[in-house]
């Protein structure tokens, strides 16, 4: 099992640009997450999905779009970027407990790091 | 909003020594307290996890203790060793609102010298 991939690993964007980025993940899992990781500012979720085909927003979903069209991928859009969302991005998939996804164990992806100039 | 205070920062400690880094949450409803250790340039990994119904759990040289009256849990870890060197975050589950489900402390760097 990969776990759960990310692609791409970096990207530099120009103000105004737009990307998405990918995150699969290869154990059925029901649950997945976007996070941005910033200097002294630990985690902060982004959107997340239940299960394929919805999306919800975190606490920073401003300027991010999502979609879960298939259950192992979970797209994070940007579509026009700015400065402020230079940060390292992360995927997260967990398996989809009864108790929903604040009791549900989560593995992250490798990352991938975004500047915007 | 809820939020997780996560201290000390950064954490130098001899090979050999214990480590403790302690977490305090506001949600009284929280049920669910991962660690994650994240290392230079990946992605966070969980190494212990722990639930309201439970008041300690030990893996090998790692421990995590729960004090749900004083809303605060601490991870240990005995016999540290070099590569233990990374950030650590410790997290707590919240339910509804705008924030999702899991919020995360802002890490702390664990430094162990030979």
């Known amino acids: 099992n990969a776990g759960v991939t990310q692609t791409p690993k970096f990207r530099v964007l120009k103000t105004g640009q737009s990307m998405t980025l990918l995150c699969a993940q290869d154990?059925?899992?029901?649950?997945m997450y976007w996070y941005r990781q910033d200097p002294g500012m630990g985690l902060r979720l982004i959107h997340y999905?239940?299960?394929?085909?919805?999306?919800a927003k975190g606490e920073v979903p401003d300027g991010y779009n999502v979609s879960r069209l298939k259950k192992q991928n979970f797209l994070l859009g940007l579509e026009s970027a700015a400065p402020s969302q230079t940060s390292v991005y992360f995927c997260?998939?967990?398996?989809?407990?009864?108790?929903?996804?604040?009791?549900?164990?989560?593995?992250f992806g490798p990352g991938t790091r975004l500047t915007v100039l | 909003g809820e939020n997780v205070e996560q201290h000390p920062s950064t954490l130098s400690v001899q090979e050999g020594d214990s480590a403790v880094i302690k977490c305090t949450y506001s949600?009284?409803?929280?049920?669910?307290f991962p660690w994650y250790k994240q290392e230079l340039g990946k992605g966070p990994q969980l190494i212990i996890d722990?639930?309201?119904?439970?008041g300690e759990k030990k893996d090998q040289r790692i421990a995590v203790t729960l004090n749900k009256t004083a809303k605060h849990f601490s991870l240990h870890i005995t016999e540290t060793q070099p590569e233990d060197s990374a950030v650590y975050f410790c997290?707590?589950?919240?339910?509804?609102?705008?924030?999702?489900?899991?919020?995360f402390g802002k890490g702390t760097k664990l430094s162990v010298k030979p």
């Open positions: 997260a998939s967990s398996l989809g407990l009864a108790g929903g996804p604040w009791t549900d164990t989560q593995y």
């Open positions: 154990m059925n899992h029901e649950y």
């Open positions: 999905s239940v299960g394929e085909g919805t999306t």
């Open positions: 949600d009284s409803a929280s049920n669910y």
């Open positions: 722990i639930r309201s119904n439970v």
């Open positions: 997290a707590a589950s919240f339910r509804g609102g705008s924030q999702g489900n899991l919020i």
